[in-house]
């Protein structure tokens, strides 16, 4: 009995200390639908939860590292361009995104104390200037820059900042992010990501052994077990869940497993005008990883490299997401 004790000590010790299990991946044939769970009244209410909370004008407009120091870059953010550059401080700045003068797109300007100077003629456009510039509230995160150029929700106020998930903290941390447009509303992101049952079917080289925990899961709270997958054989096996902190956030937060506190948040971002058809969405996706696992630390010396594999994976799972998100709005909107 006692070297059957020490066997099984032994067992859970190496369990412990290495994360990938022996989880040969499925095939078709053997992999279980999802599809009862995936019940669409039960999607549309989680959806219409997430709606509920307000932005209150907020939205992501792009990556920290997006914005440097001394040159502006324009966005387009629910029908109109928005400059964002950086104040002498470092501070992220956000306006009007064409020049008062002759109306030049300041993108891609010098920008000299603070100020943005126009392409054109060299107009001076800051904080301080004469007409003053920086009109929007920006917020940078230290991983996404955020401008308050969104609709405030009725019975909601502007606030000084967004509305921010919790995060592992930065130097303990590798962030990587990318960007994509789709012909879609930002609800419809917004319920791709509620949907995490079709994780197995619509993307099975990623994820597997996949399960809702229903006793633990509510509209404004979906809880799960997946498996991220390490090839056909292996696969790390975590506990996460999703919630929504404004009406166009998702964050994943895995609260068990490899890797806790990790998170993968989704952000969607109106490129068109409220109401103009066809819209378009900028679905914006940020990893934070994190693990207290001596290898880790090794790949945060190494964060450049691990970031093009990060933002490799990240594309190819929004390659099909989109599509996702694509089809429910043609759907919702009679296209097809």
Same mark, same amino acid.
């Given at each position: 009995?006692?070297?059957?004790?020490?066997?099984?000590?032994?067992?859970?010790?190496?369990?412990?200390?290495?994360?990938?299990?022996?989880?040969?991946?499925?095939?078709?044939?053997?992999?279980?639908?999802?599809?009862?769970?995936?019940?669409?009244?039960?999607?549309?209410?989680?959806?219409?939860?997430?709606?509920?909370?307000?932005?209150?004008?907020?939205?992501?407009?792009?990556?920290?590292?997006?914005?440097?120091?001394?040159?502006?870059?324009?966005?387009?953010?629910?029908?109109?361009?928005? +400059?964002?550059? =950086?104040?002498?401080?470092?501070?992220?700045? *956000?306006? %009007?995104?064409?020049? &008062?003068? /002759?109306? !030049? #797109?300041?993108?891609?300007?010098?920008?000299?104390?603070?100020?943005?100077?126009?392409?054109?003629?060299?107009?001076?456009?800051?904080?301080?200037?004469?007409?003053?510039?920086?009109?929007?509230?920006?917020?940078?995160?230290?991983?996404? +820059?955020?401008? =308050?150029?969104?609709?405030?929700?009725?019975? *909601?106020? %502007?606030?000084?900042? &967004?509305? /921010?998930? !919790? #995060?592992?903290?930065?130097?303990?941390?590798?962030?990587?992010?990318?960007?994509?447009?789709?012909?879609?509303?930002?609800?419809?992101?917004?319920?791709?990501?509620?949907?995490?049952?079709?994780?197995?079917?619509?993307?099975?080289?990623?994820?597997?052994?996949?399960?809702?925990?229903?006793?633990?899961?509510?509209?404004?709270?979906?809880?799960?077990?997946?498996?991220? #997958?390490?090839?056909?054989?292996?696969?790390?096996?975590?506990?996460?869940?999703?919630?929504?902190?404004?009406?166009?956030?998702?964050?994943?937060?895995?609260?068990?497993?490899?890797?806790?506190?990790?998170?993968?948040?989704?952000?969607?971002?109106?490129?068109?005008?409220?109401?103009?058809?066809?819209?378009?969405?900028?679905?914006?996706?940020?990893?934070?990883?994190?693990?207290?696992?001596?290898?880790?630390?090794?790949?945060?010396?190494?964060?450049?490299?691990?970031?093009?594999?990060?933002?490799?994976?990240?594309?190819?799972?929004?390659?099909?997401?989109?599509?996702?998100?694509?089809?429910?709005?043609?759907?919702?909107?009679?296209?097809?």
């Amino acid at each position: 009995m006692s070297l059957l004790r020490t066997d099984r000590s032994w067992r859970a010790e190496v369990r412990g200390r290495v994360p990938v299990r022996y989880l040969p991946q499925a095939t078709p044939a053997h992999l279980r639908g999802t599809w009862l769970e995936a019940r669409p009244a039960r999607i549309e209410r989680a959806v219409a939860d997430a709606l509920a909370r307000p932005t209150h004008g907020w939205l992501v407009v792009a990556a920290s590292a997006d914005v440097p120091r001394g040159r502006s870059v324009v966005r387009r953010v629910a029908g109109r361009e928005v +400059v964002l550059w =950086r104040d002498a401080d470092g501070g992220v700045l *956000a306006g %009007p995104g064409a020049c &008062p003068h /002759l109306g !030049a #797109r300041l993108h891609g300007c010098d920008v000299v104390d603070g100020a943005v100077l126009c392409r054109w003629h060299g107009m001076p456009l800051g904080r301080d200037t004469r007409p003053p510039w920086a009109t929007f509230a920006a917020h940078d995160d230290g991983v996404l +820059v955020w401008a =308050r150029v969104g609709v405030v929700e009725d019975g *909601a106020e %502007p606030t000084q900042h &967004p509305v /921010l998930a !919790a #995060r592992p903290v930065a130097d303990g941390a590798i962030a990587s992010v990318v960007s994509l447009a789709a012909t879609c509303e930002p609800r419809d992101i917004v319920a791709n990501r509620l949907d995490p049952w079709h994780g197995a079917w619509l993307h099975p080289y990623a994820f597997s052994d996949l399960a809702v925990d229903d006793a633990a899961s509510s509209d404004d709270r979906l809880v799960l077990e997946v498996a991220y #997958r390490l090839g056909r054989t292996f696969a790390v096996p975590v506990r996460a869940e999703f919630t929504c902190p404004d009406s166009h956030t998702v964050v994943m937060t895995i609260t068990d497993g490899e890797g806790v506190g990790s998170v993968v948040e989704t952000h969607a971002t109106p490129l068109t005008a409220p109401g103009e058809h066809p819209a378009r969405t900028v679905m914006t996706e940020a990893v934070v990883a994190t693990s207290d696992r001596a290898g880790f630390r090794v790949a945060r010396r190494l964060a450049p490299l691990v970031r093009v594999g990060m933002r490799a994976s990240q594309t190819q799972l929004w390659a099909d997401d989109l599509e996702y998100a694509a089809r429910r709005y043609a759907l919702r909107r009679g296209l097809v």
